[in-house]
């Protein structure tokens, strides 16, 4: 069981970076898997990145790939999704997403979310 909440998303030029945090609370968070997603409007929820339980392997979206960082600390009970050289089209709200096993890409396989950050990305 885990319950999740985002934070650090914001309005930023093109080009800018941000952080985004997901905080979890729960005694079972070293055991899962984590997944960042985003909605834009009008938009189906899309994979942007996913770490597995131990830090050890990550996957990302073409989207995002060299440019998006996904890392955790599971002393803090957080994970991170660190931003670099945003894009207009970066545009979405953000999700952490918690399930416990191998890290996935769809959006349905994830059983726990958070409440979701917008981030807005200025030309």
């Known amino acids: 069981q885990v319950q999740l909440v985002e934070s650090g998303g914001g309005l930023v030029q093109a080009g800018d970076s941000l952080r985004l945090s997901c905080a979890a609370s729960g005694r079972t968070f070293s055991s899962f898997a984590m997944g960042w997603f985003r909605q834009a409007a009008g938009k189906e929820r899309e994979f942007v990145g996913a770490?597995?339980?131990?830090?050890?392997?990550?996957l990302y979206a073409d989207s995002v790939k060299g440019r998006f960082t996904v890392s955790r600390d599971n002393t803090k009970n957080t994970v991170y999704l660190h931003m670099d050289s945003l894009k207009p089209e970066d545009t979405a709200v953000y999700y952490c997403?918690?399930?416990?096993?191998?890290?996935?890409?769809?959006?349905?396989?994830?059983?726990?979310w958070g409440q979701g950050t917008q981030v807005t990305v200025s030309s």
């Open positions: 997403a918690a399930r416990g096993g191998v890290l996935k890409v769809t959006a349905a396989l994830y059983y726990y």
């Open positions: 770490i597995s339980w131990n830090g050890g392997n990550t």
